[in-house]
């Protein structure tokens, strides 16, 4: 999926995520899978998505944005459906794992999805060349990764991209 560049760039400002989220409520996704190691759904097949046991909020009620760009990525987490719980669950994760990756901790990606995930080893390695950090956004939050290394931004993008094929409908790549 393509997010149309001008909606994007308005959207990522704030305020207009829902938006997005109705745009793409009928479009099939780009790519689909399942989580390392088991379904999307977790124990009953409803409710909590398989990342439930490493993400504190819902799948079925996020959207997984990730963007490569030329000096590494931002990877958004937003609410469906605007609940403040959950937007406070997605803020809280979201700014717990930039502080782990900023160290080179990828160990929640990599119990989720395997450890042998595109990117993470060479991310992982390379966190001492790498700005990580988190954003606030108005449904969500956002993990800003930035690098002068080319072999750590090829990571991200390779990164982002098994991210969006594991995720399935839950998950989209944006370009700018």
């Known amino acids: 999926m393509n997010v149309d560049r001008a909606l994007w760039r308005a959207c990522r400002t704030g305020g207009c995520i829902v938006a997005i989220v109705i745009a793409f409520a009928g479009a099939q996704p780009a790519v689909s899978g399942s989580m390392a190691g088991g379904s999307m759904s977790g ?23 990730f963007t490569p760009l030329p000096d ?3 990877q958004d ?8 719980a959950q937007i406070a669950l997605i803020r809280r994760h979201l700014s ?15 119990a989720m999805h395997g450890g042998s995930m595109p990117g993470l080893k060479t991310l992982a390695a390379g966190a001492a060349r790498m700005r990580i ?7 969500g939050g956002r993990i800003i990764y930035q690098s002068r290394d080319p ?3 090829a990571a991200v993008h390779s990164w982002f991209r098994a991210q969006v094929h594991d995720h ?6 944006s370009h700018q």
């Open 72 to 74: 590494g990525g931002e």
């Open 133 to 139: 950090r988190f954003q606030t956004l108005p449904e």
């Open 151 to 153: 072999s750590l931004i």
């Open 96 to 110: 717990t794992q930039a502080a782990r990756r900023a160290k080179g901790d990828y160990s929640g990606p990599a």
């Open 77 to 84: 987490v937003v609410s469906t459906d605007g609940d403040p």
């Open 43 to 65: 124990p009953g097949g409803g409710g909590m998505h398989f990342g439930a046991a490493g993400m504190p909020f819902d799948l079925a009620r996020t959207l997984h944005i």
């Open 168 to 173: 399935g409908a839950d998950a989209m790549l």
